[in-house]
């Protein structure tokens, strides 16, 4: 599968979440520094938890935004800030959507201000 920045992907679980949840794709992807046989990228989880949501520091996916729809995300959402890894390419399962042009625009300007972490 290719996965493209800035795409929505169902994958690994998260918190205390045993179904596998949704991640933006933030950089990559790119081959794995440790097996160049790999693919990795940088994403961030998506979060609908709104009692958990950190207006500070999470970017806010908001349903009455007029091309929300094309995050393919069901209701209000969050991208949590402090937690971007890297994994597999292979580990992201199911394309959900994408951050459409007006999000996307908002977005590259707070993940300029949070940088993803190095490769591992």
């Not at 990559?28 to 989880?45: F, H, L, Q």
């Not at 292979?90 to 007006?102: A, H, N």
């Given at each position: 599968?290719?996965?493209?920045?800035?795409?929505?992907?169902?994958?690994?679980?998260?918190?205390?979440?045993?179904?596998?949840?949704?991640?933006?794709?933030?950089?990559?992807?790119?081959?794995?520094?440790?097996?160049?046989?790999?693919?990795?990228?940088?994403?961030?989880?998506?979060s609908s938890a709104m009692d958990?949501?950190?207006?500070?520091?999470?970017?806010?996916?908001?349903?009455?935004?007029?091309?929300?729809?094309?995050?393919?995300?069901?209701?209000?959402?969050?991208?949590?800030?402090?937690?971007?890894?890297?994994?597999?390419?292979?580990?992201?399962?199911?394309?959900?959507?994408?951050?459409?042009?007006?999000?996307?625009?908002?977005?590259?300007?707070?993940?300029?201000?949070?940088?993803?972490?190095?490769?591992?």
């Amino acid at each position: 599968m290719t996965v493209r920045r800035y795409e929505l992907y169902a994958s690994i679980s998260f918190r205390e979440c045993l179904d596998p949840r949704w991640w933006v794709v933030l950089d990559g992807p790119r081959p794995d520094p440790s097996d160049p046989r790999e693919t990795i990228a940088v994403v961030a989880p998506v979060s609908s938890a709104m009692d958990l949501l950190n207006r500070d520091e999470d970017f806010l996916l908001e349903s009455s935004e007029p091309d929300f729809q094309a995050t393919g995300l069901a209701r209000t959402s969050y991208v949590i800030a402090d937690w971007p890894i890297w994994v597999k390419v292979g580990l992201l399962t199911r394309r959900k959507g994408e951050l459409p042009r007006g999000i996307l625009s908002r977005f590259r300007i707070w993940s300029s201000q949070h940088p993803p972490p190095p490769p591992p």
